[in-house]
């Protein structure tokens, strides 16, 4: 679906993309990365909105700059808005399915099928200018659908949802999927990805830090070390069972907390439960830091350098 | 398709440009000319020797084809393409089969469509002011170069909107000022460069103006005839600036950068 073969832009000095390889057959993935990852500029090469500096994209087979053939099977909703406020939702999504090569009455058609499974019927008469930025999300992923795409690519599509609309556009997205179709959806935001989709592209920097599944992922962080957080009014008991069954690799007290690192996490969840039990320390709450996704990318930026042996 | 394509975009832009302002702008263009003809009737009419065809010529030729189709066509088609970026609407357009092709073509035609149809109007409004017996002649010559300013006009300020996207406007207005208004009158061949000294050229051909005691000195600031050289050289003119203008459209990088946040 997707092959990059040594793709790098620069914008002047300025890496946007640094030295991509992948090969991406059809299917689902989510492009995850941080604000300012390079997210954009990916997509923008993939659009053909940018030509690479160096290295070679194809999509769909063939190359994305300018070509005519290839626009007319994809489907892509930027994350800027970008809409006209004096025109209606029907009137701009038939429009751009004219420019999708659709006479004006199958443009029309197609249009408000499109606006009726984004659930905008009922508004797509009226002037953009007064939807709210939920209803202007939904009408920027009909013009991207409308035209019956076979991959769609959606930048951060679920920016201005509330959580309905979330649901909603996952519900979509996933019987797009369901239909055979292909997808490249970017986020910053892990658990919107991972409700949709469990293949994952992780970029930061310009760079591709893993992609595969989540358990692909999971299993090139196995070890990296993993920082929890434990809350107790037993502080010194706890750290110093911790530091008996040699399960962290450092250990401190700080903030009326035990913090830990430790580079096998799945053991500690699984037999913490019983060492509490037997010890009768009262642990009032836990949490991983590395949970969020930026502390994934720090742990495998450490890895992608080599500092995680 | 392409044509189909270009139709599309016509026709949209021209509806979305019935707005309050434009319009207003549409009708403020029309009525110009006529107003200054009128005060220049009201101004002449108790003097002895009232303005010939000579001087009501020169009139409507800066009035018409001078300021309405340079203004009209500087308003619509400068900001083409900066004003798709800043909007961000750009990108919608772009990945659409030859997309900015169409756009920019289709954008052209709308140009074309609204200010051609308010200078044709300002001219019969201010033709209707003038006050001889035989005005045919002198609207027949301003219509035609009308219809040859226009198209030249606005294919020289979109090539200008899509080379400085940034500074659209003041880079065209700063082109009007030194080439279409000084350069033009040097009596070079840098002049020859310019689309005044071409309608200059024809203006004085077509309408049989005398060139004065001094032939030569005239001869400097207009071209010789034959007509259809300069009307030749004007519309070879127009073309190869559009097509610059789409080259440049479909080969540049348009920054997508500023778009998401990714």
């Known amino acids: ?309 | 398709m392409i044509a189909r394509s270009v139709g599309a975009v016509f026709w949209f832009e021209s509806r979305r440009a019935l707005t309050a302002s434009r319009i207003v702008w549409w009708v403020v263009l029309t009525l110009f000319p006529a107003l200054i003809v009128g005060m220049i009737r009201i101004a002449t009419s108790n003097i002895r020797n009232p303005p010939g065809p000579e001087p009501w010529s020169v009139f409507l030729f800066a009035l018409v084809p001078m300021l309405v189709s340079m203004l009209g066509t500087f308003l619509w088609a400068t900001p083409v393409v900066s004003a798709e970026l800043e909007g961000k609407s750009w990108v919608y357009l772009a990945v659409r089969p030859h997309g900015t092709t169409v756009v920019l073509l289709g954008k052209y035609l709308a140009t074309l469509a609204w200010v051609l149809s308010s200078a044709i109007a300002s001219l019969m409004l201010a033709a209707a002011l003038v006050p001889l017996d035989d005005v045919g002649h002198i609207v027949g010559t301003i219509l035609r170069l009308t219809l040859l300013s226009c198209p030249a006009y606005a294919a020289l300020y979109l090539l200008l909107g899509t080379l400085f996207p940034k500074r659209s406007m003041v880079v065209a207005v700063a082109y009007t000022l030194i080439f279409e208004l000084v350069v033009s009158m040097i009596p070079a061949l840098i002049n020859t460069f310019t689309v005044q000294f071409r309608l200059r050229t024809l203006f004085y051909l077509w309408s049989d103006l005398p060139l004065g005691s001094d032939p030569n000195a005239m001869l400097a600031f207009v071209g010789e005839p034959p007509a259809w050289e300069h009307v030749v050289v004007l519309v070879t003119f127009t073309m190869v600036l559009l097509l610059a203008a789409l080259g440049i459209v479909r080969e540049r990088e348009f920054s997508a950068s500023e778009e998401g946040n990714g």
Not at chain 1, 112 to 129: F, S
Not at chain 1, 163 to 186: F, H, V
């Open chain 1, 1 to 309: 679906m997707i092959q990059l073969t040594s793709v790098t832009k620069l914008y002047g000095t300025v890496i946007g993309v640094n030295d991509m390889t992948l090969d991406l057959s059809a299917g689902a993935y989510g492009l995850l990365g941080p604000n300012g990852s390079g997210k954009t500029t990916l997509l923008s090469l993939l659009t053909g909105q940018l030509v690479p500096t160096i290295g070679r994209i194809r999509v769909l087979g063939e190359s994305p700059r300018n070509n005519a053939e290839l626009f007319r099977r994809l489907g892509y909703c930027p994350g800027s808005e970008g809409l006209y406020a004096n025109v209606s939702a029907i009137e701009w999504v038939q429009y751009l399915c004219q420019l999708q090569g659709l006479n004006s009455s199958d443009a029309r058609r197609a249009a408000e099928a499109a606006l009726a499974t984004v659930g905008m019927t009922a508004a797509m008469h009226r002037p953009i200018a007064t939807y709210s930025r939920g209803m202007r999300q939904r009408v920027k992923l009909a013009q991207a659908i409308a035209h019956d795409p076979e991959l769609l690519i959606l930048d951060e599509p679920f920016n201005g949802l509330d959580p309905i609309g979330r649901r909603e556009m996952g519900e979509l997205l996933k019987n797009w999927i369901a239909n055979g179709k292909n997808l490249l959806l970017a986020s910053h935001l892990l658990y919107e990805v991972e409700t949709i989709t469990d293949r994952f592209l992780l970029i930061n920097g310009g760079r591709l830090l893993a992609s595969g599944t989540a358990a692909e992922v999971q299993a090139l962080l196995v070890d990296a070390p993993n920082e929890i957080t434990l809350r107790t009014t037993e502080l010194h008991r706890l750290a110093s069972l911790l530091v008996e069954r040699e399960i962290t690799d450092s250990l401190r007290i700080a903030d009326h907390a035990v913090v830990l690192s430790t580079r096998h996490p799945g053991q500690l969840y699984e037999q913490l439960p019983q060492w509490l039990s037997e010890s009768q320390i009262a642990v009032t709450e836990m949490h991983s830091a590395d949970e969020s996704l930026q502390a994934l990318f720090n742990s495998l930026l450490k890895i992608h350098r080599g500092e995680v042996l």
